[in-house]
């Protein structure tokens, strides 16, 4: 023990002659030099994330500026979209289509609308069935195609054109259902961009529709 001692306590006179700044010197620059360096490299990741930041909001913004100037295919100005949800135990699935009506004649009623109509899936919000299509007499195997069930006045409210027909028949009661295809549709089934009187078979079930009009 007091060898170790005396090995310990042998040098404690010299330390009165070293520099401690010195000493620490070249660990203090080594230490220094790493955490610029450190220090300079996040710097750059920073900027460079940065800058990808702004570029990426400015595309984004560009692209939103882009889709304004592309057409919906309807007239949005001055157009409200509601989605009825009703509560259960309220209407009676058997009485839709007579509360169906009376709706649209209430709404109907109210200052300032123009016209008024009733989809059965909204194009507005995404929900558009979609079912296989083909025309009556026809050899070309069925295809897939959006269905959507609407009221009179659907393509007035939306200001829709036609190409050819009407979207309101004048023989409204009659027994079998109607429908406005586009001109791709109609030129698929039958060949030709008017169809109108025309029938296809829509659905699994293959459901008789004549087609009064092409849109």
Same mark, same amino acid.
């Given at each position: 023990?007091?060898?170790? !001692? ?17 000493? =620490? !010197? ?27 930041? %702004? ?28 989605? =009825? ?18 709706? =649209?004649?209430? =709404? ?55 190409? !050819? ?14 429908? $406005?295809?586009?001109?791709? %549709? ?8 008017? !169809? ?5 078979? $829509? ?5 008789? %529709? ?6």
């Amino acid at each position: 023990l007091a060898g170790w !001692a005396g090995a310990a306590l042998f040098p404690l006179p010299n330390l009165r002659h070293v520099d401690p700044a010195g000493a =620490l !010197a070249p660990c203090a620059f080594g230490s220094t030099g790493r955490s610029s360096a450190i220090g300079r490299l996040l710097l750059v990741v920073q900027v460079a994330f940065t800058l990808v930041l %702004v570029a990426s909001a400015i595309g984004f913004a560009t692209t939103i500026a882009a889709l304004r100037g592309v057409p919906w295919g309807f007239q949005a100005d001055g157009l409200i979209n509601a989605r =009825l949800a009703p509560l259960p135990g309220g209407q009676p699935r058997a009485d839709l289509s007579r509360y169906h009506a009376d709706l =649209l004649a209430t =709404l109907g009623r109210l200052p300032g609308l123009e016209s008024v109509a009733i989809t059965g899936q909204s194009s507005l919000f995404g929900f558009v069935q979609r079912s296989n299509v083909a025309g009556v007499g026809e050899p070309d195997q069925p295809f897939e195609a959006q269905v959507l069930q609407v009221s009179d006045g659907f393509f007035a409210t939306l200001r829709l054109p036609l190409i !050819a027909g009407t979207s309101v028949p004048p023989d409204r009661r009659s027994a079998d259902p109607t429908a $406005v295809v586009s001109r791709s %549709v109609a030129e698929r089934l039958f060949g030709t961009a008017d !169809a109108t009187g025309r029938y296809l078979q $829509v659905g699994t079930a293959g459901q008789r %529709v004549r087609i009064v009009g092409i849109g």
